[in-house]
């Protein structure tokens, strides 16, 4: 599988299905559906196509002979498979039919990254037990603050279309908004414990290898304010009850800080900077 063609194949397996849930789900406004369940099983097994080759891929530019490639292309690639599999999974347990078509475009442009962005050289101190958990559990965290942005803004869209106008299919069979915005919290506060152990395991990691405590650098300080954000919006919540427009805004605000704390970072180091 070397070369660029099987990340094209990739991308365009997700564009297609993108699509066609799209037509299929969002573009009809009438709440009947000639169509047995056996083929929303059939639908939903249809992602596992392109998710299981996106994963294929990932893993032969990940993990190479001299070490453990993660540039930019493939975090972010790595970020949203897991986004598309988290999705896929949940599909077993909630009925969010045609959500895939949201993830999907973003899935079908992060499979091509590893290509444009390839990674110069392994990512050193890999062999550290402490490392290699902080990276898994900062990718997962990566991967549920996304879906909780894009749940997010399906609420909010959501609330808007039910005050004015004929809702497309797959909301009208949409879970109740007090349903879904308890399955927001609940992907949120998962998100946010992973986010801890990720700084939590980054100080472990910077002692084990340095002997001393983390850096004050551009990522830790937005890691450290993003967790800051959560952890208000978990706790105004709890306390306040904060729901509906205030819960998106902070949302937003806590995911937009994260990816400048990792993504941001590297960004500039390796595509500015020219620096792994």
């Known amino acids: 599988m070397s070369g660029i063609l099987p990340y094209i194949i990739n991308a365009l ?18 709440g009947n559906s000639a169509t047995p369940a056996s083929f929303n099983t059939l639908e939903h097994f249809m992602v596992a196509v392109p998710l299981a080759l996106h994963a294929a891929l990932l893993s032969q530019s990940v993990f190479g002979d001299d070490g453990l490639h993660l540039g930019i292309g493939n975090a972010l690639s790595a970020i949203l498979l897991l986004s598309v599999m988290i999705y896929w999974l949940g599909n077993f347990f909630y009925k ?16 091509l990254l590893p290509v444009v962005f390839p990674p110069s050289a392994p990512l050193p101190n890999t062999a550290f037990a402490a490392f290699r958990f902080h990276l ?4 997962l965290a990566y991967s549920l603050f996304t879906i909780a942005s894009l749940h997010v803004l399906l ?4 609330e808007r279309q039910l005050h004015g106008g004929t809702l497309p299919m797959v909301l009208q069979k949409m879970p109740p908004l007090l ?3 308890a399955l927001l919290f609940r992907i949120i506060w998962t998100g946010f414990v992973l986010l801890t152990l990720t700084l939590v395991s980054g100080v472990v990691f910077s002692e084990e290898l340095f002997g001393r405590a983390a850096k004050f650098n551009h990522k ?24 509906g427009r205030v819960a998106v805004r902070w949302t937003l605000a806590g995911f937009l ?4 704390a990792y993504i941001g970072s590297k960004f500039v180091l390796e595509i500015i900077l020219g620096r792994t």
Not at 13 to 30: I, K
Not at 96 to 111: F, I, K, N
Not at 220 to 242: D, E, K, P, Q, T
């Open 96 to 111: 969010l039919e045609g959500l895939q078509s949201l993830v999907m475009p973003l899935a079908a442009l992060a499979c």
């Open 257 to 260: 800080t994260l990816v400048l």
């Open 136 to 139: 898994l559990i900062a990718i």
């Open 13 to 30: 397996l997700y564009a297609a299905l993108a699509g066609y849930f799209w037509r299929r789900h969002w573009t009809r406004t009438d």
């Open 155 to 158: 609420m909010a869209l959501l």
């Open 220 to 243: 830790n300080v937005f890691g450290v304010l993003s967790w800051l954000i959560f952890a208000a919006l978990l706790g105004g919540r709890h306390i306040y009850g904060w729901r």
């Open 179 to 181: 349903t879904l915005e």
